[in-house]
């Protein structure tokens, strides 16, 4: 009995023999088709070669691709072990020929290669055309298949478009008559529903072309597009009527029931069947990059791995199960995809994780359900609002729901769920509109809701294909905008990054047939990515399919800097303790900006130390890592949040730098481990090089860090180089001795103004300078002073009031004024034993209204503030006076 991996190396080995090119699968995630959720079929990576856009060094191509339909129009994920022949995941053989050669030989080539290749009995077989395809009904009574099984359709079934417009032709396609044991009558008839016959190819001649008026002319270049399914054509040659019975599914199946311990053909069986699919499914689209998440293709991904972790629940797995099957499936797999070979390590370890994390949830929702079933009737449907507040509140998904009832024969009341679902955002919209963001942001939830999420492809790539699915002009939708005109675009999909996280926005190309846009910046709002743009040449409309590219040099610089930013926090959290939180950062195109706690600034040696660090791990040129779980799991590893950032069910883990032994690292081998949604480097190496401008005062109790990297920080050096000869020429000593120099003259003008400080002070304490002489006064009871003085700053008056509060001891109050720059500077103080009755804040607040000052602050005994004239400072020491005689 062959194999499918036989039956596969042989359909592409006679074709080989034909002239075939022997083109490798496609990805998962097509780059050439936008409208597409998942690869669906073979014809998908050659689009282009059909439409005549590329052009490649073959005309003819043969291929077994990989291909997923779990989402959006082809969507069979519901039926899924349960019947004999839908996958979410199933081969589809091909064989393509772009203007070469067309129905004359690609008939021919079918008909030997399934009746002598792989020896199916002819009399089995039928063939169907279109009913106006005269030229394809004469070839199949050529190759001897009697005119009583040939069939004409009349409808789409034997018609292929590639939509409204564009590429299309008839179709001939092969059928096999399994025998009339089975209930199902021939394509066309009142039973072709059922499984008597059983299609195994599809030809579609590509040889016309549709127009908007309904008018159709031929192509100049008229092509030929096939398909066999695998696993149908496998069950077939093995003798099966069920792809669940062919050997590899049967290898998969056995996997289940020896890792469960359940009978693989008892009742329980269907589980086993789901459960192979979807591991197929899942592990070939995170080998693609496909990773789970709330949105886009990670959803659909996360669907299907819950899917089947639901059916190992009931085959009564303890612990997780999918990731201990995917050994088989590299076992099976792994030779005709090398792919699933290089991930198998990320495949378990993504399975695992989610698997432990649903099987919470699942075990939590499953008691929540019992419960409110436990007060309907029986048979009754479940409530819409029952099925939403699982969903909202305990994060058990309707799909769930609906596959749960579905096994006790019950349903879910969905017009209530979407109508709890409608009321849900109904309040988000009402809540956004209520924060302070601007009116039009409205239109982006409505934009959100009638479109779904941006799916982000720009961990991956940095250019991809995305449809244009809104154009927004002055926060109003259009259908089309022409050059000049300033625009939002939405996308489909994109690989521009959303300005977030401290990352800045992408900037880049958008192209379609009739224009080219200038992407500025790149924001998310509402779960949509928002590209800002010029319209540049021709004109964008709503709807056309468009070639997105980032600026991959920004981006790369970008990139440098984010990837930097979180050594320099591991080496910050090393260098001075394990106080050092993030408190903001900027990763832009020329520079990085960390903001992180620490209370003083910091030392030469600290400094030179932290850039030291993250210079050795740049060296390292270690790989950059990313994980995705929950947060409670990260932080669990010791992974640091990102401050300012908002964690949902899943985070990505980003993890860079190895170090030797055990050391401080969360996991006792990682360096830097932190929650980051940004785009990093992919090796450590690609920072190039790492250097510090400065650290200053951010805000109290935050300090801030500047720096470059890679060219720029080169850049910086070599022009600080040149500086320092030029300051060594100067100072007539030597470059090495530049510093020590410039260390020695900044101590001695330290030391000058500290002495000019100490006389400053001493000349206001004896009256010199001032406006206004020293004099303390009696003001009910209170000695007080008031002074304006010039020649002093801000920073002196505290040390000022101080002095004059010791020299004129219990009993005593203090108002100093001082300007400096225009501004005036204001302080107040008052002695220990009064201030259970008499605040300084008081006296201060009372005297910066005088001064054009809006308040101040401070304690007790000693409060600052500011003002703006000094000429109201009579009226200002009247006020302070006035406070002073009601206490």
């Not at 016959?197 to 100049?220: A, P």
């Not at 998969?252 to 699919?277: F, Q, W």
């Not at 003001?779 to 008056?797: P, R, S, W």
Request: proline letters at 3%.
């Amino acid at each position: 009995m062959a194999s499918l991996n036989d039956i596969r190396s042989t359909f592409l080995d006679f074709f080989a023999r034909n002239g075939h090119e022997v083109v490798p699968s496609s990805p998962l995630v097509p780059r050439n088709d936008p409208t597409l959720m998942f690869t669906n079929s073979g014809m998908v990576q050659f689009k282009n070669l059909f439409t005549g856009v590329e052009h490649r060094d073959y005309t003819r191509a043969t291929s077994s691709q990989k291909c997923v339909r779990a989402g959006g129009k082809h969507n069979d994920l519901d039926n899924v072990g349960y019947t004999a022949r839908h996958h979410t995941f199933f081969e589809m053989l091909g064989n393509f020929s772009f203007g070469d050669y067309f129905k004359t030989e690609a008939i021919p080539f079918a008909w030997d290669l399934i009746t002598k290749d792989f020896g199916i009995d002819k009399s089995r077989l039928l063939a169907t055309v279109y009913h106006t395809d005269d030229e394809a009904f004469e070839i199949w009574k050529k190759v001897g298949v009697p005119e009583d099984r040939i069939i004409r359709i009349a409808t789409s079934d034997n018609f292929w478009q590639m939509g409204p417009t564009g590429p299309c032709g008839p179709c001939t396609e092969i059928f096999y008559d399994h025998g009339d044991h089975i209930w199902g009558g021939p394509p066309g008839s009142p039973e072709e529903d059922g499984d008597r016959f059983i299609e195994i190819w599809n030809i579609v001649f590509m040889q016309n072309e549709q127009f908007e008026d309904g008018s159709m002319r031929e192509l100049d270049m008229q092509s030929i597009d096939t398909g066999m399914g695998l696993e149908r054509i496998g069950a077939l040659l093995q003798g099966k009527h069920d792809n669940y019975d062919t050997d590899l599914m049967r290898a998969l199946i056995e996997a289940s029931a020896h890792a469960t311990s359940v009978d693989p053909d008892g009742p329980k069986n269907v589980h086993h069947r789901v459960i192979a699919d979807h591991l197929r499914s899942t592990s070939f689209l995170i080998a693609d990059g496909v990773m789970p998440s709330n949105e886009g293709r990670g959803y659909v991904l996360r669907r299907i791995m819950r899917r089947a972790m639901r059916h190992a629940h009931l085959l009564g797995a303890a612990d997780p199960l999918m990731h201990r099957l995917v050994p088989s499936l590299v076992s099976q797999m792994g030779q005709a995809y090398p792919e699933l070979g290089r991930a198998q390590a990320l495949i378990e370890e993504t399975l695992k994780l989610e698997e432990t994390r649903f099987r919470q949830t699942l075990d939590r929702g499953l008691r929540l359900l019992d419960d409110e079933l436990a007060h309907l009737p029986e048979d009754a449907a479940l409530p819409g609002e029952a099925a939403f507040k699982l969903y909202d509140t305990y994060g058990f998904p309707l799909d769930l729901t609906q596959d749960a009832l579905r096994e006790q024969g019950r349903s879910v009341d969905t017009d209530g769920f979407d109508a709890a679902m409608a009321e849900q955002k109904a309040k988000a919209r009402a809540a956004w509109s209520g924060s302070g963001e601007t009116a039009d942001a409205a239109i982006w939830f409505d934009l959100e809701e009638t479109n779904g999420p941006t799916e982000f492809l720009g961990y991956d790539t940095e250019t991809a294909e995305g449809q244009i699915v809104a154009v927004v002009k002055a926060a109003t939708e259009a259908d089309v905008a022409t050059k000049g005109d300033s625009v939002v675009l939405i996308m489909n999909q994109t690989p521009f990054y959303g300005e977030s996280g401290g990352q800045v926005g992408d900037t880049g190309t958008i192209r379609t047939d009739s224009g080219v846009a200038t992407v500025t910046d790149t924001k998310k709002v509402a779960g949509l990515f928002l590209h800002m743009a010029e319209i540049a040449q021709g004109e964008i409309t709503k709807g056309q399919a468009a070639e997105l590219e980032v600026d991959h040099a920004r981006r790369s610089t970008i990139r440098a800097n984010h990837s930097a930013t979180h050594l320099l926090h591991e080496a910050l959290r090393r260098a001075l303790g394990d106080h050092v939180a993030q408190r903001g950062s900027l990763n832009a195109p020329d520079r990085l900006r960390f903001d992180f706690s620490h209370s003083k600034g910091l030392t030469e040696d600290e400094l030179k130390r932290v850039e030291e660090e993250v210079n050795a791990f740049i060296r390292q040129n270690a790989p950059v890592e990313t994980r995705i779980m929950t947060p409670d799991d990260a932080r669990g590893l010791g992974a640091q949040a990102l401050f300012g950032e908002k964690y949902g069910d899943e985070v990505r883990v980003v993890s860079m730098g190895k170090l030797a032994g055990s050391g401080k690292g969360a996991d006792g081998q990682t360096y830097s481990l932190e929650l980051c949604g940004g785009t990093h480097v992919k090796q450590t190496g690609d920072i190039g090089l790492f250097v510090t401008l400065g650290d200053s005062a951010s805000s109290a109790g935050v300090r801030r860090i500047e720096a470059l990297t890679g060219a720029a920080a080169f850049n910086h050096l070599s022009a600080q180089d040149a500086r320092l000869g030029r300051v060594a020429a100067a100072l007539k000593t030597q470059p090495g001795e530049v510093l020590d120099r410039v260390q020695g003259l900044m101590s001695e003008r330290r030391s000058l103004e500290n002495e000019v400080s100490q006389l400053r002070k001493q000349l206001a304490m004896a009256g010199g300078g001032g406006s206004s002489a020293p004099a303390d006064k009696q003001v009910n009871g209170i000695t007080f002073l008031a002074q304006v003085l010039e020649g002093v700053t801000g920073k002196d008056l505290p040390g000022l009031i101080d002095e004059h509060k010791a020299r004129m001891g219990e009993g005593s109050a203090v108002l100093l004024m001082a300007e400096a720059g225009g501004k005036v500077a204001v302080a107040a103080g008052v002695s220990a034993d009064l201030t259970d009755r008499l605040s300084a804040v008081d006296l201060l607040k009372a005297a910066v209204v005088e001064l054009g000052g809006k308040g101040g602050g401070g304690r007790p005994d000693m409060a600052q503030g500011g003002g703006k004239d000094i000429g109201g400072a009579d009226k200002a020491i009247a006020a302070a006076e006035d406070v002073l005689k009601g206490v």
